[in-house]
Structures are given as C-alpha cells and as structure tokens.
C-alpha cells in the first residue's frame, strides 16, 4: 500500500509541471490573437490625432496656395502673363481643395 502511495505522490509530483506547461501551450493561441487584434485595431483617440494632424496639414497646404494665388494674382492686375496662368491654375486647386474639405465633415 505504501508503494502504491508513493508511486502516486511521485506521479502527481511529475505530471504536475506537465499540466501547467499545457495549460501555457494551451492559451498561447488565445494571448497572441489578443496582442494581434490590439496592434492591428486603433483606438478612437489615435484616430482623432491622426485626424487632426491631417486636417493641418491640409489647411497649411491651402495656406501656401492662397498666398501664392494673392502674389501670383497681385501680378497679374499688374501686367504680368505667365503670373495669370500661375493664379488661374492655383485658384483651380484652391477651388478643388475646398470641395474636398466639405465633403469630409
């Protein structure tokens, strides 16, 4: 009797690494799957900055174009050809830029 409870102790002494080190095995796939869906998805907040950032940029670009599109245009008034085809070409941007903004509200 007491080398069957031996044998027993010994045996659950064992096999008790082997149940932990399945139960690693086991939930690997689900720990991965979870560190995969929090990479690929994006938080509201990242999406709001990422938003924001393009929105300067946006308006920074329109910025540099109406200036340029004032000189261009001032030079223009003052007799200047080629500076007609820059303001006309550029006031064309402008007016597509624009559209493309109010869309995205």
């Known amino acids: ?9 010994v045996c659950m002494t064992l096999l008790s690494g082997c149940v932990s080190t399945v139960a690693s095995i086991v939930t690997a796939p689900i720990k991965i799957a979870g560190k ?18 393009e929105m300067r940029k946006q ?3 329109i910025g540099k174009l109406e200036r340029s599109y004032s000189r261009n245009a001032q030079k223009c008034r003052e007799g200047d050809d080629d500076a007609c085809d820059r303001a006309e070409r550029e006031y064309e941007q402008l007016g597509e830029m624009v559209d493309v903004r109010r869309r995205e509200y």
């Open 1 to 9: 009797m007491t080398r069957v409870a031996f044998l027993l102790l």
């Open 36 to 53: 995969a869906v929090d990479l690929a998805t994006t938080s509201q907040s990242e999406a709001d900055e990422k938003r924001g950032r």
């Open 59 to 61: 308006e920074e670009e």
